[in-house]
T-cell receptor, first 116, second 114 residues
C-alpha cells in the first residue's frame, strides 16, 4: 500500500500562475484534507472533504479551490498564485467518524511550493 | 471555532530527562485529542490520542493527560532519546454543529541533546 500520495513534491511558480496539487489515497478512507504548514503556524486546514461528493472550507480557504474527483482523489488548485501561498502543503486522509472523531490522519509526504 | 494553544514553542532537554508539552483548548464540546510527531523533512504521524472520557493514557515512554474541567491536555515523554527530537503538534476535535473538525496547535520543537 502506498498510503497517501501527493504530487508534485516541489514546485516554483510566478505570481499569477495557476497550478493543481494532486492527492490520492488507497486506504478506502471517506475523508480527505488539505493543510498548509508555515513556520510557527502549525498545520492549518484549507479545505476538507468528509465524504465523496462533499467539500467544506477550513480555516484558510481564500485563494484555493478543491475537487473531490472520486473516493480516492482530492485535488487542490491555486488559480492565481500569490507569494503568501508559499508553503508546504500536506494532503491527508482518514476514516472520519462523524461526531466521534476524525480517526487517525494519514499524511502524504508534502509538496513544497514557492511563489516568486 | 476551536482555539488550541500549545506551549512551549521550543523545548531542549538532556537525554534521559523528561519532556512535557502542554495544550489548552477553548470549546468544551471537543472530545478527541491526538498528538502528532513530525521529524525534520517528514510527514506528521500520530503517536498517541485520548478521548474525553479518559483522564490518562500511556504507551511505553509517552503518556497524555486530559483535564476536561480546565480544558487542557499534556504530552509527557520520559527517558528522552535523541530520536525523540521532532516537532510535536497537539490537536482538538471540535464536533461542531454538523461536521467535526480537527484544530492543531502551532507545534513544539523538541530537541534532545545526547
Amino acid at each position: 500500500n502506498a498510503g497517501v500520495t501527493q504530487t508534485p513534491k516541489f514546485q516554483v511558480l510566478k505570481t499569477g500562475q495557476s497550478m493543481t496539487l494532486q492527492c490520492a489515497q488507497d486506504m478506502n478512507h471517506n475523508s480527505m484534507y488539505w493543510y498548509r504548514q508555515d513556520p510557527g503556524m502549525g498545520l492549518r486546514l484549507i479545505y476538507y472533504s468528509a465524504s465523496e461528493g462533499t467539500t467544506d472550507k477550513g480555516e484558510v480557504p481564500n485563494g484555493y479551490n478543491v475537487s473531490r474527483l472520486n473516493k480516492r482523489e482530492f485535488s487542490l488548485r491555486l488559480e492565481s498564485a500569490a507569494p503568501s501561498q508559499t508553503s508546504v502543503y500536506f494532503c491527508a486522509s482518514s476514516e472520519f467518524r462523524g461526531s466521534v472523531d476524525t480517526g487517525e490522519l494519514f499524511f502524504g509526504e508534502g509538496s513544497r511550493l514557492t511563489v516568486l | 471555532g476551536e482555539n488550541v494553544e500549545q506551549h512551549p514553542s521550543t523545548l531542549s532537554v538532556q537525554e534521559g530527562d523528561s519532556a512535557v508539552i502542554k495544550c489548552t483548548y477553548s470549546d468544551s464540546a471537543s472530545n478527541y485529542f491526538p498528538w502528532y510527531k513530525q521529524e525534520l523533512g517528514k510527514r506528521p504521524q500520530l503517536i498517541i490520542d485520548i478521548r474525553s472520557n479518559v483522564g490518562e493514557k500511556k504507551d511505553q515512554r509517552i503518556a497524555v493527560t486530559l483535564n476536561k474541567t480546565a480544558k487542557h491536555f499534556s504530552l509527557h515523554i520520559t527517558e528522552t532519546q535523541p530520536e525523540d527530537s521532532a516537532v510535536y503538534f497537539c490537536a482538538a476535535f471540535d464536533r461542531g454543529s454538523t461536521l467535526g473538525r480537527l484544530y492543531f496547535g502551532r507545534g513544539t520543537q523538541l530537541t534532545v541533546w545526547p
